[in-house]
């Protein structure tokens, strides 16, 4: 079995980019919980919105990089 790809110069930023996927993930399922809370006094601390677009553009630049390097 050939493991060349292991080498590759873009693995380091796909591993960031399945990480920025995985917190974009859950902040979004945060925030759908929050906007469906059953009271609307319990808000909470957390800025869902705001990490969600953070982790999306983690996700974008890193999806640059690795084009950039695969290609």
Do not use: K, Q, Y
């Amino acid at each position: 079995m050939n493991w060349d790809w292991l080498d590759a110069e873009w693995l380091p930023w796909a591993e960031l980019c399945g990480g920025a996927v995985l917190v974009a993930i859950i902040a979004w399922l945060g925030e759908r919980r929050r906007m469906r809370r059953s009271n609307p006094d319990a808000v909470g601390f957390m800025p869902w919105g705001t990490v969600f677009v953070l982790a999306l553009f983690v996700v974008l630049i890193s999806a640059v990089f690795i084009l950039r390097d695969a290609l």
